[in-house]
């Protein structure tokens, strides 16, 4: 079944730039059914939707993260990432990748276990 | 941006206990709303989509439902298992939003 593991370093100095890597087993990247996304979590607050693309190239960035957010496809490694430019200690949080089903109204399901994230100077 | 509200934010109940949890958006999302459990340092799972499917493998003691802009998650019988914090999400229209979350702990 359709499995999404994250991987990337667990802290990032400020100012830089924050990579994550989703692999995704069980599927291909590439497939229509799904949009893949990523949302993150500040230690002890609630759940922010970053952004989701599709392999067709449609993106959606949440307006507060999109002059410093990029969701790139790896077809080659079945693979999709989150590049966050900029990051300061407010991007702090655990970042989870996870799949959207295609359909109307489609909800995020499965979601990777999750990694965490720190951010310092 | 829709708006989600979810209350309470927070509910002490005991094993065996109803539990609803209220999820109100702003405006109309038809119902494109989800549900998730998450527990500590693990990741959110779903629950519910479109309102009110249950997702395969979820206890038929959780239910939801909709009227209007008003949504509801129901536990008819707390389980221990069932302790842990309870998001909704819009799927309507971008940006997607999340409820704050209601933490469910034992009394």
């Known amino acids: 079944q359709l499995q999404l593991q994250e991987s990337g370093p667990g802290l990032v100095k400020t100012s830089e730039t924050l990579s994550l890597t989703c692999t995704v087993s069980g599927d291909s990247v590439s497939s229509t059914n799904y949009f893949w996304g990523w949302i993150r979590q500040p230690p002890g607050k609630g759940l922010e939707w970053i952004g989701t693309?599709?392999?067709?190239?449609?993106?959606y960035y949440n307006p507060s993260l999109r002059s410093r957010v990029t969701i790139p496809i790896d077809t080659s490694n079945n693979q999709f990432s989150l590049k966050l430019t900029s990051v300061t200690a407010a991007d702090t949080a655990d970042y989870y990748c996870?799949?959207?089903?295609?359909?109307?109204?489609?909800?995020?399901?499965?979601w990777g276990q999750g990694t965490p994230v720190t951010v310092s100077s | 941006d829709i708006q989600l509200t979810q209350s309470p934010s927070f509910l002490s109940a005991s094993v065996g206990d109803r539990v609803t949890i209220s999820c109100r958006a702003s405006q109309g999302i038809s119902t494109y709303l989800a549900w998730y459990q998450q527990k500590p340092g693990k990741a959110p799972k779903l629950l519910i989509y479109t309102a009110s499917t249950l997702q395969s493998g979820v206890p038929s003691r959780f239910s939801g439902s909709a009227s209007g802009t008003e949504f509801t998650l129901t536990i008819s019988s707390l389980q221990p298992e069932d302790f842990a914090t309870y998001y909704c999400?819009?799927?309507?229209?971008?940006?997607?939003?999340f409820g704050g979350g209601t933490k469910v702990e034992i009394k």
């Open positions: 693309v599709h392999y067709s190239g449609s993106t």
């Open positions: 996870a799949a959207r089903t295609i359909v109307a109204g489609g909800w995020f399901d499965p």
């Open positions: 999400q819009q799927l309507n229209s971008y940006p997607l939003t």
